[in-house]
C-alpha cells in the first residue's frame, strides 16, 4: 500500500523558516520523481518543488525559487522541503505527490501559516 505521510507544518513569523518532510512507503520510491504542491483556501493546488529520483536535479515555482530547496533520502526514504524567509502568501497546505506506474498519490497535506 502506497503512503506518503507529510510533517513539519506550522505557524512561523514572516522570515521565519521550516522544514517539512514527506516519509514514502509502500513503493519504490527511489526510482520516481517526487513534488510538492500546496493548496491556498479559496486557490488551486499548485507546483512548489520536484526532485528527480536521483536527487540530481530540481526545480521550483518562480514564486519560491531561492528561498526553498527539496531534497530527498532514498535511504530512508524521505523528501524535504527546506522553506526559508516564509511570507505570508506561503500560507497553505503542502502536499507530498508521487506518479508511480501512471497512478498519483498524494499524502494526506501539513499545514503551513506565516503570521505574526
Do not use: H
Request: aromatic share 10%.
Amino acid at each position: 500500500q502506497v503512503q506518503l505521510v507529510e510533517s513539519g507544518g506550522g505557524l512561523v513569523q514572516p522570515g521565519g523558516s521550516l522544514k517539512l518532510s514527506c516519509a514514502a512507503s509502500g513503493f519504490a520510491s527511489r526510482i520516481v520523481d517526487m513534488k510538492w504542491y500546496r493548496q491556498a483556501p479559496g486557490k488551486e493546488r499548485e507546483l512548489v518543488a520536484t526532485i528527480t529520483s536521483g536527487g540530481d536535479s530540481t526545480n521550483y515555482a518562480d514564486s519560491v525559487k531561492g528561498r526553498f530547496t527539496i531534497s530527498r533520502d532514498n535511504a530512508k526514504p524521505t523528501v524535504y522541503l527546506q522553506m526559508n524567509s516564509l511570507k505570508p502568501e506561503d500560507t497553505a497546505v503542502y502536499y507530498c505527490n508521487a506518479v508511480y506506474y501512471r497512478n498519483s498519490y498524494w499524502g494526506q497535506g501539513t499545514q503551513v501559516t506565516v503570521s505574526s
